[in-house]
């Protein structure tokens, strides 16, 4: 049960590393950049600083898919691999699925543009970038409630 115990404990910490830094960007650096900056130096600041959040949320992924399909194992070994663990998993590759897209779909796009100085542009990628972060943001709560009420509703 040690090994379960430590597995668990990394798979909360990329858990917290990809939630607290939806929460921050969405809640407070954007918020602030919006207040403090204009275009011209907000749309570049928020494009670098995605940019070295993605990398912490790619190895967040890495650790998650990692350690949850571990510990999964070890459920299913011994037959015992709750409803409520099948869901959160269900929901966490949704998550990634979504953040996937912004990935590799929509931040390429908010670069070219900030590249260019296409500041309507680079807007509109941030926007569809903010909304599907604060999708993911709610989808990452509902799953944490899963994981931890869900234990007593769905097990």
Do not use: C
Request: net charge positive.
């Amino acid at each position: 049960m040690t090994s379960f115990a430590i597995l668990l404990f990394l798979h909360f910490s990329a858990v917290i590393v990809w939630l607290g830094g939806m929460t921050i960007m969405h809640f407070a650096v954007r918020p602030a950049a919006v207040q403090t900056l204009e275009p011209a130096q907000r749309l570049p600041f928020m494009a670098a600083s995605l940019a070295r959040f993605f990398v912490l949320v790619i190895v967040a992924i890495v650790l998650l898919l990692a350690t949850g399909a571990w510990m999964m194992h070890i459920m299913a070994s011994v037959g015992r691999l709750p409803s409520s663990v099948q869901a959160m998993a269900g929901l966490g590759l949704i998550m990634m699925t979504i953040f996937g897209h912004i990935r590799f779909g929509v931040f390429p796009k908010l670069r070219r543009a900030v590249a260019a100085q296409s500041w309507p542009e680079a807007a509109t990628r941030l926007a569809t970038i903010r909304k599907l972060v604060a999708l993911n943001l709610a989808l990452g709560f509902i799953t944490v409630a899963v994981a931890i009420i869900g234990r007593t509703l769905l097990a």
